[in-house]
Nanobody, 126 residues
C-alpha cells in the first residue's frame, strides 16, 4: 500500500510563493506517475500539474502554466509543486496523487490515479 503525505500548505498574500511537497512510501516511487490536483471552496477537484515517471515529462493546467512548476526527486521519494505569483483563485486544498504507469505522457484524468494524499490547504489573500 502506498501512502502519500503532503506538506507545505500555508496562508500567503497574493503574489507570494509556496512549495508543496508530497512524500511517498514504498520502494517503487520511480515507477509512479505523479499529479497535483486541487479543490477550491464550492468547486470540484481539478487537475493542476503532473509529471510522468522518468525522465519526467511535465504538464500543467492553463490556469497555472508559467507560475507553477512540478518536479520529482526519486532518491527522496518526493514530488514538489513550486507555486509562484499566487492569486486568490489558487486558494484550495491541494492533493497529491500517484499511479503506477508505463505511459510516457501526462495523466490528466484524476480517475486514473490509484493513490491520494490527505490534502494540504493553501490560502491566498489579497
Amino acid at each position: 500500500q502506498v501512502q502519500l503525505v503532503e506538506s507545505g500548505g500555508d496562508s500567503v498574500q497574493a503574489g507570494g510563493s509556496l512549495r508543496l511537497s508530497c512524500a511517498a512510501s514504498g520502494p517503487t516511487f520511480s515507477s509512479f506517475a505523479m499529479g497535483w490536483f486541487r479543490q477550491g471552496p464550492g468547486k470540484q477537484r481539478e487537475f493542476v500539474a503532473a509529471i510522468s515517471r522518468n525522465p519526467g515529462r511535465t504538464g500543467y493546467a492553463d490556469s497555472v502554466k508559467g507560475r507553477f512548476t512540478i518536479s520529482r526527486d526519486n532518491a527522496k521519494n518526493t514530488v514538489y509543486l513550486q507555486m509562484n505569483s499566487l492569486k486568490p483563485e489558487d486558494t484550495a486544498v491541494y492533493y497529491c496523487a500517484a499511479v503506477v504507469s508505463d505511459y510516457p505522457g501526462i495523466i490528466y484524468n484524476q480517475r486514473q490515479y490509484s493513490y491520494w494524499g490527505q490534502g494540504t490547504q493553501v490560502t491566498v489573500s489579497t
